[in-house]
């Protein structure tokens, strides 16, 4: 099976250089929740050099909570607020000579797009033809799915999940796994269960690096083969 292993960069945490060769698919800061220009230029240049693709990792304007908190925001505005950002990484992406290939919404946006119908339709809507990543059987994967458009299914190997699949909210006691092998046994789950096409690890996690390396392991152990699904 094909497996896809992705990464948040270009958000200036300091891990963008041992986690770019590890990974398959790059979600590339926009510049709104995190990160600069100097950030994003050499997350785009490490892709280009390890050979990752790159996609949009489009957020709030919310620095002080690097996008993780929750805005009411109507389905035209989720729209604008993709396709500028998304606007922006393509043509810095394009000095450096490649292409956004996909569009995965960062923290909050990403939540209230998997939960939302309005914003989910906002989202699909700013993507233009571009891929969408999110949680299966989410609100999100709906609205594509009914307008004709490309979804990717996305599990995450550093956060717990509630029983409806959504994820466990940062706030709250245990939303995130520190240890790398119950992550893996999550990947298992994933995998098998929700049948996600990606695995991603955030790249300001604690052990991020470590994290990636024990998923690596498993999927080449399992015979997965790490392949980019754009």
């Given at each position: 099976?094909?497996?896809?292993?992705?990464?948040?960069?270009?958000?200036?945490?300091?891990?963008?250089?041992?986690?770019?060769?590890?990974?398959?698919?790059?979600?590339?800061?926009?510049?709104?929740?995190?990160?600069?220009?100097?950030?994003?230029?050499?997350?785009?240049?490490?892709?280009?050099?390890?050979?990752?693709?790159?996609?949009?990792?489009?957020?709030y304007h919310d620095r002080e909570h690097f996008?993780?908190?929750?805005?009411?925001?109507?389905?035209?505005?989720?729209?604008?607020?993709?396709?500028?950002?998304?606007?922006?990484?393509?043509?810095?992406?394009?000095?450096?000579?490649?292409?956004?290939?996909?569009?995965?919404?960062?923290?909050?946006?990403?939540n209230q797009a998997c939960r939302d119908r309005?914003?989910?339709?906002?989202?699909?809507?700013?993507?233009?033809?571009?891929?969408?990543?999110?949680?299966?059987?989410?609100?999100?994967?709906?609205?594509?799915?009914?307008?004709?458009?490309?979804?990717?299914?996305?599990?995450?190997?550093?956060?717990?999940?509630?029983?409806?699949?959504?994820?466990?909210?940062?706030?709250?006691?245990?939303?995130?796994?520190?240890?790398?092998?119950?992550a893996v046994d999550q990947v298992e789950w994933?995998?098998?269960?929700?049948?996600?096409?990606?695995?991603?690890?955030?790249?300001?996690?604690?052990?991020?690096?470590?994290?990636?390396?024990?998923?690596?392991?498993?999927?080449?152990?399992?015979?997965?083969?790490?392949?980019?699904?754009?």
């Open positions: 099976m094909l497996i896809d292993l992705n990464a948040d960069l270009g958000e200036g945490a300091g891990t963008d250089a041992d986690l770019m060769p590890l990974i398959t698919s790059a979600n590339i800061c926009c510049g709104f929740h995190a990160g600069n220009v100097d950030a994003i230029a050499n997350a785009l240049e490490l892709a280009k050099r390890h050979r990752v693709i790159v996609g949009a990792h489009p957020g996008g993780r908190r929750e805005q009411e925001r109507d389905e035209q505005h989720v729209a604008l607020l993709c396709r500028h950002q998304i606007g922006a990484l393509r043509a810095v992406a394009a000095w450096s000579g490649l292409i956004v290939r996909y569009v995965k919404p960062h923290g909050a946006l990403y309005g914003y989910a339709f906002g989202v699909v809507w700013g993507v233009s033809e571009l891929p969408v990543v999110g949680l299966p059987a989410s609100q999100l994967q709906r609205i594509a799915d009914a307008e004709g458009h490309p979804f990717v299914p996305e599990g995450f190997a550093d956060r717990r999940y509630r029983p409806d699949g959504s994820l466990v909210p940062r706030g709250e006691p245990d939303a995130m796994i520190h240890d790398p092998k119950e994933l995998i098998r269960e929700k049948q996600v096409r990606t695995i991603c690890v955030h790249g300001d996690t604690a052990g991020a690096v470590e994290f990636v390396k024990a998923v690596r392991g498993f999927l080449r152990d399992r015979g997965h083969e790490m392949k980019a699904f754009a």
